[in-house]
Every structure is written in structure tokens, then in C-alpha cells.
């Protein structure tokens, strides 16, 4: 039996992202991963990192003709159902090779100093005086235990340590049901069009390259709840796209979680992050940056947590609530509005805002500054699509009571409580509002 600072169950790019850096800061980590070596990241082919993000999270910058790049594009469109009206945006956005970049980021975990052990199977916590004092993991030579001061769940949607919990423990340990899925067909397609990037919000589908050549493409679509679902949408948007007939190289399936996180991500000598902590973006499912804030938190508590000795609930809760002000409350409120707004709004009356540049224009959807001006004319716009039937009452009211929901949990979440003792009611509190957001349907 080994002992070590952390242990990390899950080498992909959530684990692999504090492994090296709390192996850098001179912790002993050690990871665990169920696959072998060379199967790790190979769950999808292509996933997208912005270029300010490889900045921000200090992770290696990859270039063409490293064997992890595989593209990249700036210009993005929105478009209406119909594919008749575009909003344009824009940011610097490479396309990377998944299996290869997990493989760079475990080397450098590595060089770091950390350990990696493939083909282990997170089976159990251990205990002493009931809080985390280790784990077991099965590997083809058997059980082997191994002492920690703090374990962490990077392993994804199985969430196999964070569900091994026991009730009461202080995180949740549900199972991330299919209803909290968005389950995503990828076809990987070779056919000429000029369209490229573009995001179709009613069908949740996309076009997104997969090479430096224009001609293939993704043609993405994802539905929550069922394949059967995104396969109904993917032929919908196949109805009106740009595509046509197209040469068919290859599909992926994969899902990704799409609901709120468990209210507290620690608990004693225990952390959930990634997907096992649902930290994906809330408007496309993509989590591989969205969990590194949280992990940059982590990383900060630990170090100061490790050294004081003290890795209880209480020392470890300053990353509840830095999360949630840094990401967490602004996720919960698009969570919340998106979830209400694609439930009740029709195509038709999608199709009517991009017609008329409600909301679906350059300045709201590049982030930029809206001023009062901006947002009055919105109203009137909206006001004037109430009477010409463009939106009708039914859809408005919706939307207005789901914005106020969304405010009310961001204020919510920006209200974290600073110590586990006010946790209780805040959590009841955080229930009700999001029992009232409910399902994506
Ligand atoms: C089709 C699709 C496209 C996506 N595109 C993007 C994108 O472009 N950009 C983006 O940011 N995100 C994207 N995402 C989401 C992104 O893939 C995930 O958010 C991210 O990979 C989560 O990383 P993770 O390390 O938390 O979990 P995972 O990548 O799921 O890794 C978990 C690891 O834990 C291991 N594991 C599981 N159980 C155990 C166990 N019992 N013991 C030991 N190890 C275990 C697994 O084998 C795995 O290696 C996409 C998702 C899908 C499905």
C-alpha cells in the first residue's frame, strides 16, 4: 500500500489537467485509469479549444503538423430553422485530435512527476474515523489499496467514485440519468457547400470542419434524452440544410451531461470535477475548458489545504464557492433560460426573431456591448411581434418567467454560503427554483 497527497481517478483531460499541476507544485499524485494506455481519449475524435483559452489555462498550444492538430476557424454562423437568415461571430478556435492530445497531456503529467496507472478500475473508498482516507482499484493483477489525503473524480459521466459515496457523505451521488444527456450524432461528411460553421439552435445541430479542407465537414446533432431523438432532428435540419447529398466517411456517438452540478463539489478529503461533476458549458455540452476553472480553483485550495494539513469539508469549500462565482452562477442562469426557452419556443418563432434581428443579431450574440438603447429597441421589436402574431403571448410569458428564474438562480448561486453551516437551506432553496426550470424536452 502506497500513500499519496491526491489521487485521481480518471486520465483524461480533466484529470490530466491537476495532475500536472499539482504534481508540479511538488504533491505526489497518482492517477488511475480504467482503459489501456493507448485507448485513453479515444471516446470521440475532434473537440475544440479557443486559442485565448490554451492561453489562459497555460495548456500546450498545439500547430499545424502536430500530431494533436487537426484544424482551425474563426468565422461561426447562427442560423434561422429555415436556413434563410445568419448571424455571424467570431472566435479563434483550433480543432484537435482528442486521443492524441490526451496522450500529450498525460506526458507532460508525467514529466511532472505524477503516476499513471492504466488499465485500474476505481472500485471503493476507504475509511478511517468516517472520512476518505484511500481507495481500491481493480487491476488485471488484482485489488491494490493506496492511502490519499484527497481523492478526485475526473471520470467522467460513470462518475465512479463520486457515485461510490455513501448517502449524506456531503456531494451527491446520483447516477447522470439519460434525461440529463445530450446524446450527440456526429457524421463526418465530404460535400461541397460554402456554408461552414453554423449552429441551427432548433435542431441543435452544427456544421464544424474536421480538416483543413473545405469540403468535409461535421454535421452534428444533439438532442437530450435519446439517439433516436438527435436522429429525428439530424433529419429535420437534413431537410433544409445546404448539404444535400453527401459522401458519408464515418459516424460518432457520444454524450455529454446537460444538468446542474451537484450543489457541493467537496466534500471531506473527496472532490468531483468534469463531467462527473457536470461542469459542461450550458449552451453546447462542451466541458474540457469549463472544467479547468473549476480545477484551476481546486488546484489553489489544495495547495493552501495540503500544506495547513487540512483537507476537510470545510477547508475544501472555498471551491464551492469561488466556482460558483467565477462560472457556476453564470452557468446556472443560461442553464435555466435555455432549458425554458427551447421547450416553448416554435421554429416559426425563431424563424420571425432572426427575420427580424431579435436577440439573433451580431451585437447579443458576439457578447458585445448592448446598451439600454439596444435593449429597448429588443423590446419593441418584441412588443411588435406580439401584435403581428410573429411570437405569441403563450411563448412570451414563457420566456419572461424563464429569464426571471434564470436572474433568481444566478443571484442564487452568486449567494453561495461561505460555510457548510448555511448549505442546507441554501441547497433546499437551490431545488425548488431548478424543480421549476425542470428538463430540456
Ligand atoms: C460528441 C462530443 C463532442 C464534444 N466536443 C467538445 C468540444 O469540442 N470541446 C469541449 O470542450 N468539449 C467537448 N465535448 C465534451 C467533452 O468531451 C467532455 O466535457 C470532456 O471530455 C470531459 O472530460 P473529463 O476528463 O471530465 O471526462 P472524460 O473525458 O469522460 O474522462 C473520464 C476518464 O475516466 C475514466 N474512467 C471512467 N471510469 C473509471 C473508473 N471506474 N476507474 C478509473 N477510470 C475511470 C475513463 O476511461 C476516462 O478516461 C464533447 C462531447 C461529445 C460527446
Request: proline share 3%; with cysteine.
Amino acid at each position: 500500500m502506497n500513500s499519496y497527497d491526491l489521487i485521481i481517478v480518471g486520465a483524461a483531460t480533466s484529470g490530466l489537467y491537476l495532475a500536472r499541476k499539482m504534481a508540479k507544485r511538488g504533491y505526489s499524485v497518482k492517477v488511475i485509469e480504467k482503459l489501456p494506455r493507448e485507448k485513453a481519449g479515444t471516446k470521440m475524435d475532434i473537440f475544440h479549444v479557443t486559442r485565448s483559452d490554451f492561453i489562459k489555462f497555460d495548456i500546450p498550444c498545439v500547430h499545424e503538423g502536430d500530431p494533436a492538430w487537426a484544424f482551425e476557424f474563426t468565422e461561426n454562423h447562427f442560423s434561422s430553422p429555415s436556413n434563410k437568415y445568419h448571424v455571424n461571430t467570431s472566435a479563434e478556435t483550433v480543432g484537435l485530435h482528442m486521443k492524441e492530445y490526451v496522450a500529450l497531456m498525460a506526458k507532460l503529467a508525467e514529466e511532472a512527476g505524477a503516476e499513471i496507472v492504466y488499465e485500474a478500475s476505481f472500485e471503493e473508498f476507504t475509511f478511517s474515523g468516517g472520512a476518505i482516507s484511500g481507495i481500491r482499484y481493480s487491476t488485471p493483477g488484482g485489488i491494490t489499496e493506496d492511502k490519499c489525503r484527497v481523492a478526485v473524480d475526473c471520470s467522467g459521466i460513470a462518475s465512479a467514485a463520486r457515485r461510490a459515496l455513501p448517502n449524506g457523505y456531503g456531494v451527491e451521488n446520483f447516477r447522470i440519468e439519460d434525461e440529463d444527456l445530450l446524446f450527440v450524432i456526429l457524421r463526418y461528411a465530404k460535400f461541397d457547400s460554402e456554408q461552414m460553421n453554423t449552429f441551427w439552435l432548433n435542431t441543435k445541430s452544427w456544421y464544424a470542419p474536421f480538416s483543413q479542407d473545405n469540403t468535409e465537414k461535421i454535421i452534428g446533432t444533439g438532442a437530450s434524452g435519446s439517439y433516436e431523438k438527435a436522429e429525428r432532428d439530424a433529419a429535420k435540419l437534413d431537410s433544409v440544410s445546404s448539404h444535400g447529398e453527401f459522401e458519408l466517411i464515418k459516424t460518432e456517438k457520444g454524450v455529454t451531461p446537460y444538468r446542474r452540478p451537484p450543489y457541493s463539489l467537496v466534500a471531506d478529503n473527496f472532490i468531483a470535477a468534469g463531467d462527473a461533476a457536470c461542469l459542461t458549458k450550458p449552451d453546447c455540452g462542451e466541458g474540457v475548458t469549463s472544467s479547468m476553472v473549476m480545477l484551476d480553483i481546486a488546484a489553489d485550495v489544495l495547495h493552501s489545504a495540503l500544506r495547513q494539513g487540512r483537507t476537510d469539508k470545510e477547508t475544501l469549500w472555498e471551491i464551492n464557492c469561488r466556482y460558483n462565482r467565477a462560472q457556476g452562477a453564470d452557468f446556472a442562469l443560461v442553464r435555466a433560460f435555455l432549458t425554458k426557452l427551447v421547450s416553448c419556443v416554435t421554429d416559426d418563432e425563431l424563424e420571425y426573431c432572426f427575420r427580424n434581428r431579435i436577440i439573433f443579431n451580431e451585437k447579443f450574440l458576439n457578447n458585445g456591448d448592448v446598451t439600454p438603447k439596444d435593449a429597448i429597441q429588443t423590446a419593441v421589436k418584441v412588443i411588435s411581434g406580439l401584435s403581428r402574431r410573429g411570437v405569441s403571448l403563450k411563448t412570451m410569458g414563457a420566456v419572461i418567467s424563464g429569464a426571471r428564474l434564470a436572474f433568481e438562480l444566478r443571484t442564487h448561486y452568486m449567494n453561495f454560503p461561505k460555510s457548510p453551516e448555511a448549505f442546507p437551506v441554501w441547497a433546499q432553496i437551490a431545488e425548488r427554483l431548478w424543480k421549476k426550470v425542470g428538463k430540456v424536452k
